[in-house]
């Protein structure tokens, strides 16, 4: 799950090319290069380590290029060095690469045999050897047609997933590129033709975008592009808008993107409802929520499957989906569901929730279910992603862009889609009177500026996160839907701070974690006035005997708790259905702020990355 970006144009210096690969540096961020063609030949920059690294380098680049490419890296074959970093030359040749490609092992040894000598540890160094030995073979035509005709071959033999950028010395004005299993998009401004990982990369020049399918080759050049098949059958597909804006990709005054992003949990919330609502008809508004074509009257069951902070946002909307639909709701993670017996038919509403819409295991899950004849429904953020192009129907959740590796707007977002789409086959199915209905709407539209008065608690939390930095590991409580919560705390908690933590359902505190409770042991508990408010308490009394150190999370004017706990956070006064929102946002602040205490790299901790595009 590298980053890729490739231009062709009028001319663009070093500095666009690092611009760039910084809006996708959250797809990795270990080693990065850049390749720019001149008529003097190709200049070649690489560096080990962030982006800041190849800053160092950017004066030896030229000062602009009519074509050029660049890549960050999040390693998977050979170590993140500076050899390993793309792009790899062969020859004319020069490539980059998101993907892996399988089936490396056995071109090598065949290039190697044919002469071939390898000067790095990657998968990728394969393909550009390959393709440039494809491009000897081809005997008539111009360089570029040799080339088209090359890569179709070399793509052929490919097996595993991969996003080409390549440029040629023969072809100084054509930029290529190739599509399988890996995200491709193709911008288009006047006079200049960019290709790139994601959308990101490229909004401060164009707002106009094309996806790239799978199994497709494009030419770009600056006054257009072509797009072809792997065998060499053109396509045609008309560019769409995207109406993402670059101040929403900025850091807006906030130290970090993370903070910046936990403080827009309301306006994405709002964006998210805005539309799907129609409180004069007490309706959910199906088409604006992208699920009018898809038969929800119908539906015996739903499954979901996502991964990481997706997963747990889905695991809080089974709670409500199924106490207002009234349909079973099964939620996996897709790196087992893909592999899992499939049980799905034409009833079954498959789910896919995904922030980027990108994760390998979350596309193929997804794939699987459509295969095997289920329903198939997007809940994603980004638009013209993957995984939206590979289900029936998609539902946007408007967050906005997220920059922050540690995703935290996109949960707030995608827990009240899910809310949305609950309502909608609520609705459908009549499970719920109009009254019903028309009370919850009412709840939802509430919560943007509840949450807006949660967020005051960040000066409070600022100061506890002192007390915790030290910690060497947490646990975190909750019963219904404030488990999945607390799953959300721990792993945000875990991630940026690298402090141990674990959730558990507090029924099951006594199965178990209740061995690890002592003195040095922090229990962050999650206990707004819910239905299971008296369990979730007694399970902190439990704690407390045992001599455990409780945080806990409850509404502001709950005395009780107060009293219980050795420090307490104050959510404002609200109902059970908001209640979740609400919890999540002092759990955010609270990793943000241990992890900015301890000086981690809150908006890249270590190896991770924001779209996971590799099983
Ligand atoms: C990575 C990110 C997480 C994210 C997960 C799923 O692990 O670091 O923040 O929750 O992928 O990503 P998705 O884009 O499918 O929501």
């Given at each position: 799950m590298c980053g890729v970006i490739g231009y062709v144009g009028g001319g663009a210096g070093p500095s666009f090319f690092l611009n760039a690969l910084r809006r996708l540096e959250y797809r990795g961020y270990d080693s990065a290069g850049i390749a720019m063609l001149t008529p003097d030949g190709v200049a070649i920059e690489r560096a080990e380590g962030k982006l800041s690294q190849l800053e160092k380098k950017l004066d030896k680049l030229p000062a602009s290029a009519k074509v050029g490419i660049g890549h960050t890296r999040w390693a998977t074959h050979g170590k993140p060095t500076e050899n390993n970093a793309h792009p790899h030359r062969?020859?004319?040749?020069?490539?980059l690469h998101n993907g892996i490609i399988e089936n490396y092992r056995q071109l090598k040894e065949d290039l190697t045999a044919r002469g071939y000598k390898f000067l790095s540890e990657?998968?990728?160094?394969?393909?550009?050897?390959?393709?440039?030995?494809?491009?000897?073979?081809?005997?008539?035509?111009?360089?570029?047609?040799?080339?088209?005709?090359?890569?179709?071959s070399a793509v052929r033999q490919l097996k595993g997933a991969f996003a080409f950028g390549i440029i040629c010395t023969d072809t100084p004005e054509t930029l290529f590129a190739a599509k399988l299993g890996s995200p491709l998009v193709?911008?288009?401004?006047?006079?200049?033709s960019y290709m790139a990982s994601g959308i990101t990369a490229l909004v401060e020049h164009t707002r106009q975008f094309l996806v790239v399918e799978d199994h497709e080759i494009v030419m770009l050049k600056p006054d257009g592009i072509s797009v072809e098949s792997f065998e060499g059958k053109p396509v045609s597909r008309p560019f769409s808008k995207v109406e993402w804006s670059v101040s929403m990709m900025e850091k807006g005054g906030y130290r970090h993107f993370m903070l910046k992003e936990i403080h827009e949990h309301p306006i994405a919330i709002a964006q998210t409802l805005n539309g799907r609502i129609e409180r004069d008809s007490g309706r959910i508004n199906l088409a604006d929520l992208g699920v009018a074509k898809l038969p929800l009257g119908n539906l015996q069951r739903v499954q979901i499957v996502a991964c990481g902070t997706s997963y747990y946002a889905a695991l809080l909307s089974k709670y409500f989906i199924e106490n207002h639909a009234k349909i079973p709701v099964e939620v996996d993670l897709a790196s087992e569901y893909r592999y899992r017996t499939s049980t799905v038919n034409a009833q079954t509403l498959v789910i896919a929730v995904s922030q980027s819409g990108e994760t390998a295991d979350t596309l193929q899950a997804v794939k699987s279910a459509r295969a095997n004849g289920a329903q198939t429904l997007a809940v994603v953020n980004v638009p013209g992603s993957t995984i939206a192009h590979n289900c029936h129907a998609e539902s946007l959740t408007k967050a906005g862009p997220e920059i922050g590796v540690a995703s935290t707007k996109a949960f707030a977002a995608q827990v009240t889609a899910l809310y949305?789409?609950?309502?909608?086959?609520?609705?459908?199915?009549?499970?719920?009177?109009?009254a019903g209905l028309s009370m919850l709407m009412d709840e939802l539209v509430k919560i943007p500026s509840l949450v807006e008065k949660a967020l005051g608690l960040s000066e409070s939390i600022e100061k506890l996160a002192n007390r915790y930095q030290q910690n060497t590991s947490l646990l975190f409580i909750g019963r219904g839907p404030q488990w999945p919560v607390a799953l959300e705390g721990s792993l945000k908690l875990k991630e940026l701070s690298y402090i141990h933590a674990e959730a558990y359902a507090a029924g099951e505190l006594k199965h178990g974690p209740i061995a690890l409770i002592d003195e040095n042991m922090t229990v962050v508990c999650l206990a707004p006035r819910d239905s299971y408010y008296e369990k979730t308490v007694s399970n902190i009394e439990e704690i407390k005997a045992r001599g455990g150190r409780i945080l806990a999370v409850g509404q502001e004017n709950d005395a009780h708790l107060l009293d219980l706990a050795d420090d307490f956070i104050g959510i404002p006064e609200c109902s059970e259905t908001i209640q979740p929102f609400m919890t999540t946002v002092p759990l955010h602040l609270l990793a943000y702020w241990i992890a900015v205490r301890k000086g981690t790299d809150v908006d890249q901790p270590r190896n991770l990355a924001k779209s996971v595009t590799v099983e």
């Open positions: 062969s020859g004319p040749i020069v490539l990657t998968d990728t160094e394969v393909a550009a050897h390959l393709l440039h030995d494809e491009y000897l073979r081809q005997k008539s035509g111009s360089p570029e047609e040799r080339l088209r005709s090359a890569l179709r193709i911008g288009q401004a006047d006079g200049e949305l789409l609950g309502l909608a086959l609520a609705q459908e199915r009549q499970t719920l009177g109009q």
